[in-house]
């Protein structure tokens, strides 16, 4: 056995807890670590949503073995996102978000599943492998199974084709689905064809673009955070208002969420990228949506041998960072410490999970 790869395999396990078989799970962390511990920047903890990392991207073609044009986010210990050498550790292995955008807004032109950037980067610092194809993004067709193939066919992929996969958590529960406008609808899909995903979040979903969205939402087993905003533009009730009549959200049986903002359908990107779209008054939605979004993958999907505790309420979890954690950790989860002092920024979270409701208020 390579020595530096004991060593490394050693140190992780003095972070583990104690377990049987002590000489056997010695060698099997030794066989999971890096050949180079200089691949693992130095890193000697778990990475996660409370002790973060820097993020870097790979653009990818069909050139390069994707099912796909695809863009994959990634946790990395290198200080430039231009597709940075992934960070590589023991043991640990990154989870897969699926994120399916919607169609863009009139006027946009340019490459759409790069827009939502800020959401894939949250993720990516708290140790999860995002990948973000470029896909159709239709109105899912009852019966269309294709749209859900073409979708788990990009998650296998980031699991056991793409040149990093050999730090990718491969199991299926290790896995969420993200997505926004249609995105989302087709989310919604994979979740209810693949109940094995860990969790699903739906912002501004198009629910009611269904005949009858009920059985959909309904079949829903996997752990969903449903987001949408409450504005002027009415598209937004025809849309994705889960609490107009019907009620959509209140007869779901699934562990859930509801966080609905004052606002509108566009607010996730910035202002510069939703086109002739309206836009709400608080300019922090996407910030905060990539925060409560990271925070519930990470308390439904954590990464592996993750011990950061996650409140049912989705707060920011209280940890004390050493200096070199601190070094990685500069604006984390930032969106919703700025959120609480924006006078023109408002936010109900609500939740039922495992029988228990709850709820708070974002904003001044």
Known sequence: MDRRRLLGGL??????????????????????????????????????????????????????????????????????????????????????????????????????????????????????????????AIEPVPGNTQLVTNAMRDIEFARTQWSESEWVDKRPTSTAVMGHSFGALLGARVCAAHPEIGAFVSLSGGYRRLDDPGPLLNSLTTPSFFMWGQGDDLILLLFENLDDNPKLWDPMTTNKYAAVFQGEHFDYVRPGDSGSALRGPCSLIGAVAADLAALFISKHVPVSVSRTKIPIELRPPEVDLTMKQEFFAGGHLNGIAQFQSRADCRLDLRWKVSGVTGMRKLGP
Do not use: N
């Open 11 to 136: 140190a992780l396990a003095s972070t583990l807890p104690l377990i049987g078989g002590c000489k056997e799970v010695i060698e099997a962390v030794a066989e999971s670590c890096p050949s180079d511990p200089a691949e693992s920047g130095g890193v000697d903890w778990i990475p996660d949503v409370g002790h973060p990392l820097f993020w870097g991207v790979q653009e990818l073609t069909t050139a390069d073995g994707a099912p796909r044009p695809m863009a994959i986010y990634y946790p990395t210990h290198h200080g430039f996102t231009d597709a940075p050498p992934i960070l590589k550790l023991c043991v640990t292995r990154w989870p897969v978000v699926l994120f399916l955008h919607g169609q863009p807004p009139s006027g946009f032109t340019g490459a759409w599943h790069r827009k939502f950037e800020l959401l894939a980067a949250v993720l990516a610092r708290s140790g999860y492998v995002v990948v973000a194809p470029v896909h159709e």
